[in-house]
């Protein structure tokens, strides 16, 4: 992807939010993969009620039409309202598509590869491979240790020195004034809103992930004057080995979070047992977090 095409890629990602009723968190976009990090709760879904579902609906067509329905956001709402016999089979098709992550990311890449298509006259398939997904306990430090891990993905491969000032990514956005881009900052904060407090404290945080010295994945030599570093020297000097093996954990694992909440989740969903060598294993501590993570879960059928 070049320029163009992740502001169109941010463009779709954030439309098809919008409908699917997820807030991202962060992302981050480089010209062969990306990262999104949404929060959800399918229980929205489920209670949306009919406004909600015109607002999410024309939040993704705008004033167009729906080509499989045949509908624009006026038309939807018309028919909604007569609650007539078409009424409640539209509602269940439109739900079917929102609150679901599978879903989220097969319509983001389906769209853009039209898009990009369309603009530069190429045909066929975009994306090499399928998505992988992590499962992230929220608002804690595995939440944090995440968004951070995102961020600092231009850092890491040598295209900035500051993670702000990297444009296609939820910190970068958020640096240059983009207002959706705060509200998922200030979330992985903890806050409601944004305030510059909240900002500072996120940069200061990407800081002690990322500090000079460290190797980029790119090439084999390091990033100087990495976020607010100064001759290698002060707070954001980090070891390269503890980064790295968060970026494992994130990478290989289903999911992350404290012990008490992964297993609770696994038990709850029937996650029963693992493969042969694999069990839960902690991650490297994050201001004394107690977190792990599950990898290569086995479900039971």
């Known amino acids: 992807m070049d320029e163009e095409a992740m502001e169109a890629m941010r463009h779709i990602m954030r439309s098809q939010a919008a409908f699917a009723g997820m807030e991202v968190l962060t992302y981050c976009f480089l010209a062969n993969h990306f990262h999104i ?3 959800l709760d399918p229980k929205e879904t489920e209670n949306l009620d009919d406004a909600g579902l015109v607002g999410r609906f024309r939040a993704l067509y705008g004033g167009t039409r729906c080509a499989s329905l045949g509908l624009d956001a006026d ?3 018309v028919i909604l309202k007569k609650n007539g016999d078409s009424a409640e089979g539209i509602r269940r098709r439109l739900k079917a598509r929102m609150g679901d992550v599978s879903v989220f990311m097969r319509e983001v890449k389906t769209r853009f590869t039209l898009w990009y298509n369309g603009e530069r ?12 997904s992590v499962i992230v306990e929220a608002d804690t430090a595995a939440q944090r240790m995440v968004a951070a891990y995102i961020d600092l993905n231009p850092v890491r491969a040598g295209l900035v020195e500051d993670a702000g000032d990297y444009g296609f990514s939820g910190f970068g956005e958020a640096c240059a004034g983009g207002s959706a881009a705060r509200r998922g900052i200030a979330r992985i904060e903890g806050k409601m809103t944004w305030a510059t407090k909240w900002h500072e404290r996120y940069r200061a945080r990407l800081c002690s ?11 084999d030599e390091r990033v100087a004057g990495a976020v607010g570093g100064k001759d290698g020297q002060g707070a954001c ?3 390269e080995s503890g980064l790295l093996s968060k970026i494992r954990a994130f990478s290989e694992s289903w999911v992350v979070g404290s012990v008490a909440w992964v297993e609770g989740f696994c038990a709850a969903n029937g ?31």
Do not use: C
């Not at 006259?121 to 992988?132: I, K, L, P, Q």
């Not at 992930?209 to 790119?218: A, D, F, L, Q, V």
């Open 37 to 39: 990090f949404v929060r």
């Open 75 to 77: 038309d939807l709402e």
């Open 121 to 132: 006259g190429t045909v066929g398939t975009f994306w090499a491979e399928r998505f992988r």
């Open 209 to 219: 992930r990322m500090g000079p010295g460290m190797r980029s994945h790119r090439r």
């Open 237 to 239: 000097a980090t070891e």
């Open 271 to 301: 996650w029963l047992g693992y493969k042969k060598g694999r069990k839960a294993q902690p991650v490297a501590q994050d201001g004394g977090a107690d977190l792990t993570k599950v990898a290569a879960v086995v479900k039971h059928n």
